[in-house]
């Protein structure tokens, strides 16, 4: 019924989801509800037993236990469902078409990649999303040629396409919590920029005279560093990041380091050296990331629900295939003997160019959309998920990871309602 609603009546869409939702809450309720009469009951019997001497009915207990357990995972796939179509409708809304499965020589249409950048995050989440691009790719991404082509094992692929999903994901909470700290004035400030606040709040003092002048106030900052071109000239540049030569490391589903320090942009005019290269200026919200500790990156880089983290294995499986079968052929091909990450990788070089293990031929722009699609679907996941918790409270929430010892939160790490902070172990955070 949602895929008719979805292809054929899509205004009527989200009235639809938003009704099998309210009927999954309120069965939750109504469960709860008889989960504690049930309880009740059964402490009055347990009671009644040992007063008569008699054994406890741990049988009928343990079969109400397993029926209990069987409806739960009914739910929540019903609820996977749901969050996925609702992903699915954000791109159709962008006139953004998903790739398809992707197998051998991958032929899609071209598409606008304006919708799944300027369309979908904000001048200063772009930024890092270019970075993504440069880190994942390497210097290919920055080629005006596009349609050169490009041989790659679907087990590379699928590292880029999760770990890109991932990156998505860390962004928008990151950047929904730093535009609400840019909002409410409480960012951080860098050294140099209390220094900048405190020359602007003089210089007016000088103007307007020092009794006259409130020292509470001073005029906004510009985030960009003195003598640095503005945001506004810079903003569709390409951003600078650590090029990785190659994606073939990395874990599907790991989390791309969104940390990784800025390229110069350009190097020193011939003859000047020993001079110090010029650099493109930070933007403010990788300063806002930079600015978190151990523990408040972990927290808020990893997949806070059960259904987010399946549904991040359910679209990379879905577009190029069962991630342990493509796993066992790496691991076949490069063995057990490899002694340094350089053989590892030349074998699995090898393995590509003599198709060892399944391969996908598509040009550099084709690899490129597929990432620009993953970050938009971790965008997406986000916020479908933030949703469905805000209004419904029907996620499942994942454990918080282990910290090595002495790793403490910081600043950034208990942000509550910004959209990416909240409480350890909350669905919300």
């Given at each position: 019924m949602l895929a008719y609603y979805l292809t054929m009546e899509p205004q009527l869409f989200r009235t639809a989801v938003e009704d099998q939702l309210i009927k999954l809450r309120d069965e939750k309720d109504q469960k709860e509800q008889q989960q504690l009469a049930q309880a009740e009951r059964q402490e009055a019997e347990q009671q009644r037993a040992l007063a008569a001497g008699e054994n406890s009915p741990n049988g009928e207990l343990t079969l109400y236990k397993r029926m209990e357990e069987m409806r739960a995972l009914e739910v929540r796939a019903t609820l996977e469902d749901l969050m996925y179509v609702s992903i699915l409708e954000r791109f159709m809304h962008l006139r953004v078409d998903m790739m398809?499965?992707?197998?051998?020589?991958?032929?899609?249409?071209?598409?606008s990649l304006v919708a799944l950048t300027e369309g979908l995050?904000?001048?200063?989440?772009?930024?890092?999303?270019?970075?993504?691009?440069l880190s994942v790719m390497g210097p290919a991404t920055l080629s005006q040629f596009s349609n050169a082509m490009t041989k790659?094992?679907?087990?590379?692929?699928?590292?880029?396409?999760?770990?890109?999903?991932?990156?998505?994901?860390?962004?928008?909470?990151?950047?929904?919590?730093?535009?609400?700290e840019s909002s409410l004035g409480t960012l951080p400030m860098s050294k140099e920029d209390t220094v900048a606040r405190l020359e602007l709040l003089f210089s007016a003092a000088a103007d307007q005279g020092a009794d006259d002048v409130n020292p509470d106030w001073a005029p906004a900052l510009d985030v960009t560093p003195p003598g640095a071109a503005s945001p506004s000239s810079s903003g569709g540049s390409s951003s600078s990041g650590s090029s990785s030569g190659g994606n073939s490391s990395g874990s599907v589903g790991s989390t791309p380091s969104p940390t990784?320090?800025?390229?110069?942009?350009?190097?020193?005019?011939?003859?000047?050296?020993?001079?110090l290269p010029a650099t493109k200026p930070k933007?403010?919200?990788?300063?806002?990331?930079?600015?978190?500790?151990?523990?408040?990156?972990v927290e808020t880089a990893r997949i806070v629900s059960a259904e987010g983290s399946a549904l991040v294995e359910r679209q990379t499986s879905a577009l190029l295939g069962d991630i342990k079968k493509l796993t066992i052929q790496i691991q076949d091909v490069v063995g057990k003997d490899?002694?340094?990450?350089?053989?590892?990788?030349?074998?699995?070089?090898?393995?590509?160019?003599?198709?060892?293990?399944?391969?996908?031929?598509?040009?550099?722009?084709?690899?490129?959309?597929?990432?620009?699609?993953?970050?938009?679907f971790g965008t997406f996941l986000r916020d479908v998920e933030s949703h469905v918790h805000d209004e419904y409270g029907l996620l499942t929430p994942l454990p918080t990871p282990k910290l090595p010892p002495g790793a403490s939160g910081g600043r950034a790490g208990g942000g509550g309602g910004a959209g990416g902070g909240g409480p350890r172990g909350n669905v919300a955070a």
């Open positions: 398809p499965h992707l197998d051998g020589f991958v032929d899609v249409p071209s598409v995050h904000s001048k200063e989440a772009l930024e890092l999303v270019k970075e993504h691009l790659i094992s679907k087990f590379q692929m699928a590292q880029v396409y999760a770990s890109s999903i991932m990156f998505g994901y860390f962004l928008r909470r990151v950047d929904r919590r730093f535009q609400l990784s320090s800025s390229t110069p942009a350009s190097g020193p005019p011939q003859g000047s050296s020993r001079d933007s403010a919200l990788r300063k806002y990331v930079e600015s978190f500790d151990q523990a408040a990156m490899a002694t340094s990450m350089e053989d590892v990788l030349l074998r699995m070089q090898k393995a590509v160019e003599q198709d060892k293990v399944e391969t996908l031929v598509m040009t550099v722009g084709t690899q490129r959309r597929a990432v620009l699609e993953a970050v938009a």
